[in-house]
């Protein structure tokens, strides 16, 4: 920082001396001491949380990065769910998926079993539902 050899401090306190006096010198030298400590101190609080403030903001952009990366890869993965309920509501847009039961066919002799009389074509259907 400072280039200061062992020459210059011992001018300094030779002139300090003579200035000041033997008397006011220790005085002089400990209130010195106490203001550049009180500096180095709020100096270094300063430096601690810029660097605190730097982290934070890196841990922040790094969440940010994560969170659109897994926003992305959810996205992704939900697309083709996303077709298949499309292509769904375009074939029967008055029912919602929930409510809707799939047929079941038990075997060739026993007839279908439909749940859910919007789904039933015939007048058989119904009568199966019905029953």
């Given at each position: 920082?400072?280039?200061?050899?062992?020459?210059?401090?011992?001018?300094?306190?030779?002139?300090?001396?003579?200035?000041?006096?033997?008397?006011?010198?220790?005085?002089?030298?400990?209130?010195?001491?106490?203001?550049?400590?009180?500096?180095?101190?709020?100096?270094?609080?300063?430096?601690?949380?810029?660097?605190?403030?730097?982290?934070?903001?890196?841990?922040?952009?790094?969440?940010?990065?994560?969170?659109?990366q897994l926003n992305s890869e959810l996205e992704d993965i939900k697309s083709p769910f996303l077709n298949d309920t499309a292509t769904t509501q375009a074939v029967a847009p008055d029912t919602d998926p929930e409510a809707m039961?799939?047929?079941?066919?038990?075997?060739?002799?026993?007839?279908?079993?439909?749940?859910?009389?919007?789904?039933?074509?015939?007048?058989?259907?119904?009568?199966?539902?019905?029953?």
């Amino acid at each position: 920082m400072f280039d200061i050899g062992f020459t210059e401090l011992f001018l300094i306190a030779v002139v300090a001396l003579v200035v000041l006096g033997p008397e006011k010198l220790p005085t002089a030298v400990r209130t010195l001491g106490l203001w550049i400590g009180k500096a180095k101190r709020t100096i270094s609080g300063i430096q601690s949380e810029i660097s605190e403030e730097l982290r934070l903001d890196e841990l922040n952009r790094t969440v940010s990065v994560t969170k659109d990366q897994l926003n992305s890869e959810l996205e992704d993965i939900k697309s083709p769910f996303l077709n298949d309920t499309a292509t769904t509501q375009a074939v029967a847009p008055d029912t919602d998926p929930e409510a809707m039961v799939a047929e079941t066919l038990v075997t060739d002799t026993e007839p279908t079993v439909i749940q859910n009389p919007q789904l039933a074509h015939s007048d058989a259907d119904k009568k199966i539902i019905n029953e």
